[in-house]
Each structure stands twice: as C-alpha cells, then as structure tokens.
C-alpha cells in the first residue's frame, strides 16, 4: 500500500492520458467497448448526412516493443491532421465524444469520413509514423468497413486507395466478436475454445 501510495505520485510523468489500462477510475476494456459501439452505430445507424468507414489495421509488430516516443508522436499527429480538418471523427451518439482512432497492442481502429480526403491525411501520417518508427502494417490483415450510406463502388474505392480489403463489418475486434446476436452459445463458443486451449497451455 505504502508502494502503490509512493508510486502514485510519480505516474502522471510517465503515464499518458491516452493510456487507459493504467489510469484511475478507467479500464483496459474501455477501448474495446468504444470500439463496439463504434461499430454498432456504423452498421445500425440510418439517419444522418454523415457518411463514415473504420479501418481496422493489424501491425507487424506490437505497440509494446516500439518506444514510446514514436507513439507518442504517432498521437501528436493525428491531432494536428484533425485540428486542421483534414479527419473529422465519428459520433457514436449526439453530444458525445469524437472518435478518430483506439489503439491496443498490435491492433489499432481508425474511424473517419468516408471521403478519400480524410483517407490521404491518415496515410500520410501512418507513412511518416512507419519510417520513423520502423513497424510496418500488414495490410493483407487489415480491413475496412463503411456505414449503411456509403454505396458499394465508393467504398470500394476508398478500400483500393487504403490498400486494405473492404468486409461488410468487423466481425471481431481484440479476439471478441464485434456484434451478438440471439445464439449466445454460438456467439461465445470461439471464446470458449480460446479458455480451454490457453488452460492447457498452462498445464504443460
């Protein structure tokens, strides 16, 4: 107790914000709910002039093995890209925040406008964030999905000007699945199967 009291004077200088795992009163799964209902609102969502696709990158290396430093600048530029309006965010809900990107080990969600503008501008700055950090994504991983308005040929287009392949939705995001239908047993059975396997792992 005394450790963590000691501790807790110190973190605020070496833990970001963006880091929720390890903030006071936030959760390491906040991301991920965040990035559900980012993809529920994609796909359920009729109403609205605001046309949007999420691209979900699998990179090649962890974001845990690349210095901070690089992270760090990777989120000081997607803020200035996003200041200038080059990428507005999307709106899960009136009044609520604006999301443009989750980070999460080796996993990263960027929710932008379906427009090729906003497509250029994180390319840019994944580009420039690739060549000074050295991780790389695996675009033949990564994926991108668009809201109910976006027509077919345009996302297919914003898919090939990406380089990543278009899917109708996510149908997993960090190893869970993205939407649950009525099945239960059907919809957790992967999850089950992962329990079991990772137990036996630690049995040998």
Known sequence: MALSNHLRMVLGEVISKTQSAFILGRLISDNAIVGFECMHAL????????WALAI???????YNRVEWA????FIVLIRKV???????????????PSITHLFFADDSMFVLRANSRDCLAIMRVLDCYMNASGQMV???KSSMCVSKRVCRRKAESLAGLIDVQLVEWHEH???????????K??????LKESCLGWSQGVAV
């Open 138 to 140: 695996n675009y033949k």
């Open 82 to 96: 996003v200041k200038k309006g080059d990428v507005v965010g999307f709106k899960c809900s009136r009044g609520g």
């Open 56 to 62: 979900k990158l699998d990179m090649w290396k962890d």
């Open 185 to 190: 047993r059907q919809n957790f059975a992967n």
């Open 43 to 50: 796909r359920t969502r009729k109403k609205g002039k605001k």
């Open 173 to 183: 995001y960090l190893g869970l699945q993205s939407f649950v239908g009525r099945n």
């Open 70 to 73: 690089f992270l760090n600048g």
